[in-house]
């Protein structure tokens, strides 16, 4: 099984940056693909950012430009830089990793960007 922790969110005014973090442990033996979604009040879950294995990157149409998706393979880590915050990036952050193993999620870190 695999344990997800996310830290990294926040309250920040329009036009700030914030950086997810996600670190996984456990018995992971291979790591696949790892990404970020958002859920916001009374809308569904859905993808933000996701890198592969081989480092290749997609993107949400509404993030694309301010959101970076990196990862540390070293640390089982994955990161999500966001610059220029916009009020509807507002939502609960979740990580996901696929393992060899295990499709794992995060517990979720709120995102608020508000004056």
């Known amino acids: 099984q695999v344990q997800l922790v996310e830290s990294g969110g926040g309250l920040v005014q329009p036009g700030g940056s914030l950086r997810l973090s996600c670190a996984a442990s456990?018995?992971?033996?291979?790591?696949?693909?790892m990404g970020w979604y958002r859920q916001a009040p009374g809308k569904q879950r859905g993808l933000v950012a996701g890198?592969?294995?081989?480092?290749?990157?997609n993107y949400a149409d509404s993030v694309k430009g301010r959101f970076t998706i990196s990862r540390d393979n070293a640390k089982n880590t994955v990161y999500l830089q966001m610059n220029s915050l916009k009020p509807e990036d507002t939502a609960v952050y979740y990580c996901?990793?696929?393992?060899?193993?295990?499709?794992?999620w995060g517990q979720g870190t709120q995102v608020t960007v508000s004056s």
């Open positions: 456990g018995s992971i033996f291979t790591i696949y693909a």
């Open positions: 996901n990793v696929v393992t060899n193993i295990d499709n794992a």
């Open positions: 890198i592969t294995s081989g480092r290749r990157t």
